[in-house]
């Protein structure tokens, strides 16, 4: 069996959230995991901790952030110091407590819209005011607007919450456009959370460029958040990395949320992260290779089988934004889909109230799934 050549009993019989959500007749295609297997190292690591029964108190100090170091470096060419690294379970976990250590309750925090919804519970769930920045769709891709916020500024704004590459329009941001978020930060005095968790997959003709990466002024207010559970297809596994791009920022971090309540990753997130990371690459190259023809077929398919659906071709992640606002569909999409197709997408309501002609789809599943996926769901637009 290689790496994405998975069929549809083997994947039911995952006891995954995404293939259990729905009743067993509906094929999933929402939340961010991949149908596919993991790189090789990932299950020799995993292997040897069994072997071993090696499940003590770890003595691994450091071991993350290394891994990340070398990644970075040499992914990314972002040269980070391991001492501004804090590991942590995940990244919800890790927006949400950056959200109280930077926030009072009551002030304010920007976030852009469509987004990934639990930034937006990080920000209302602890009490603080969700500003919300729309982008606007140009004809072409999602753009920010940051001139909108920049004509009606908040004087409570404290933080931006910013998702580079964007999830769900799958935008992978150039410097021009990174570098004018660099300056509205700091033009605006905000502390920016910039989750890059889906930076290793950026299709040809993009590059991943880590906000932090442009200049020690942004650095100073960024906290980089980022894991390897997407492009390696661990997010039970339950490990990330919080950087904080000055010793400043993660003393104010530190003092503000006590790192007993954080806890740590679990061994085997550590080990099948630093196994990822370091060799996983021959593994995640044949993978970003399906996902690009995943990519390039879904667009044609929906441009030629489904006229009132539009798709910006995303730069980066497996997610497919789509607005099927030309279906003119009465209320939401993701239930159109969902009721008529039996396809399990994410509704586009959850990104933000204004988006229920939108829904998401993940389309990194093996390409016989994906046929079936947008088969029923042209059958089920044609039917109406
Ligand atoms: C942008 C973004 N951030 C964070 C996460 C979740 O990360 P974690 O499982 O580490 O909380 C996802 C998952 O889909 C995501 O798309």
Redesign the pocket.
């Known amino acids: 069996m290689t790496a994405t050549d998975f069929d549809i009993p083997t994947l039911r019989a995952r006891r995954t959230n995404k293939w259990h959500k729905f009743p067993a007749d509906v094929l999933p295609a929402w939340?961010?995991d991949m149908d596919f297997g993991v790189a090789p190292p990932i299950t020799a690591a995993l292997q040897r901790l069994t072997d071993k029964q090696e499940y003590g108190y770890a003595a691994r100090e450091g071991a993350l952030a290394a891994a990340f170091a070398r990644r970075m470096a040499s992914r990314f060419n972002w040269h980070t110091d391991l001492k501004d690294v804090v590991a942590i379970g995940?990244?919800?976990?890790a927006s949400f407590s950056a959200v109280m250590a930077f926030s009072e309750p009551g002030e304010s925090v920007l976030l852009q819209l469509p987004s990934?919804p639990?930034f937006m519970l990080a920000i209302q769930d602890t009490g603080r005011r969700l500003i919300a920045n729309p982008m606007k769709d140009d004809g072409v891709c999602w753009r920010l607007d940051l001139d909108s916020y920049d004509a009606a500024p908040d004087p409570t704004a404290r933080m931006m919450i910013f998702?580079h590459p964007q999830?769900p329009t799958g935008r992978a941001y150039n410097r021009t456009e990174l570098e004018a978020v660099a300056a509205f930060a700091i033009r605006h005095n905000l502390i920016v959370v910039s989750?890059e968790?889906?930076a290793d997959i950026v299709y040809p003709g993009g590059v991943h460029i880590p906000l932090a990466s442009l200049s020690p002024e942004i650095a100073a207010r960024t906290i980089t958040i980022t894991?390897a559970?997407?492009s390696f297809n661990i997010?039970a596994l339950?490990c990330?990395v919080m950087h904080f791009g000055a010793p400043a920022l993660k003393a104010h971090f530190e003092k503000r949320v006590p790192s007993r309540l954080l806890g740590s990753p679990a061994v085997t997130g550590v080990d099948a992260t630093v196994a990822g990371w370091d060799e996983g690459q021959p593994w995640l190259d044949e993978i970003l290779a399906q996902l690009k023809a995943n990519r390039d077929w879904l667009a044609a398919t929906i441009a030629a089988e489904l006229p009132g659906v539009t798709l910006r071709l995303p730069e980066a992640t497996y997610l497919a934004w789509l607005d099927c606002r030309g279906l003119e569909i009465p209320g939401s999409a993701g239930q159109f889909f969902l009721d008529h197709a039996k396809v399990g997408l994410n509704f586009g309501e959850t990104f933000g109230a204004q988006y229920p002609g939108f829904a998401r789809l993940n389309f990194a599943t093996p390409a016989p799934v994906l046929k079936e996926i947008v088969g029923r769901m042209v059958d089920a637009v044609r039917q109406r």
């Open positions: 939340v961010a995940d990244l919800v976990q990934y639990p998702c999830n989750d968790i889906h894991s559970t997407k997010p339950r990330a």
